[in-house]
């Protein structure tokens, strides 16, 4: 609440410039003044930015649902991508579809089990879709546990960490998973 009267006192205090953009990153507020210099709004003061700092990264999450087909059996795919310290930390989740019953006994379970190589792979994307970064997610290498109903497997989650420089991930728009499993 404090920061809250403290932010309200502040925009009206600065009001006389024509344009204040505050963008909240984490715990902190930034704003821009007409001349362009960055600063951190804190609870009892503002602080100028050093520019040599970079600004921070405005989104550093991404999430994906999406459901993709395999040799004709539909699997479900939640995707997260954080960036953390200089790492992009991923998450894939992969789930039969709720019609798909014996899925231990499809080809596309058999061709998930013997994949050494690249099983998927995770997008980022500019805002015109370009690709910037591919991450290849393998199921022996990146396999975090699996998801079992009784005594069946319904699913896998898959896990890793990249490096990547934070000035190519304030480049990411959004992301896309794409299916690279090897043929049997």
């Known amino acids: 609440m404090k ?10 205090i ?3 410039e ?8 984490g715990r902190n507020v930034y704003y821009f003044n007409k001349d362009g210099e960055l600063f951190i709004v804190d609870d009892e003061f503002q602080k100028k930015v050093d520019t040599q700092f970079s600004v921070p990264i405005v989104k550093n ?13 539909v699997l479900e795919s939640k995707v997260v991508v954080k960036y953390i310290e200089g790492d992009c930390h991923f998450n894939v989740k992969l789930s039969k579809n709720k019609l798909t019953s014996n899925f231990e006994n499809t080809s596309t379970y058999k061709r998930i089990m013997n994949d050494s190589n690249t099983l998927v792979s995770i997008q980022l994307k500019e805002e015109d879709n370009f690709l910037i970064k591919e991450i290849e997610v393998s199921h022996s290498k990146h396999l975090l546990n699996r998801f079992v109903d009784s005594t069946s497997v319904t699913g896998f989650n898959y896990g890793g960490v990249v490096s990547i420089s934070e000035n190519l991930f304030k480049k990411v728009k959004s992301i896309d998973l794409m299916t690279v499993i090897d043929d049997l």
Do not use: A, N, R
């Not at 024509?18 to 990153?25: A, H, N, S, T």
């Not at 999450?61 to 059996?73: A, C, N, R, S």
């Open 3 to 12: 920061k809250i009267l403290f932010i309200s006192t502040f925009i009206f």
């Open 61 to 73: 999450k991404f999430t994906l649902d999406k459901t993709i087909g395999w040799d004709g059996l």
């Open 18 to 25: 024509k344009e204040l953009k505050l963008q909240e990153v």
């Open 14 to 16: 600065v009001g006389c």
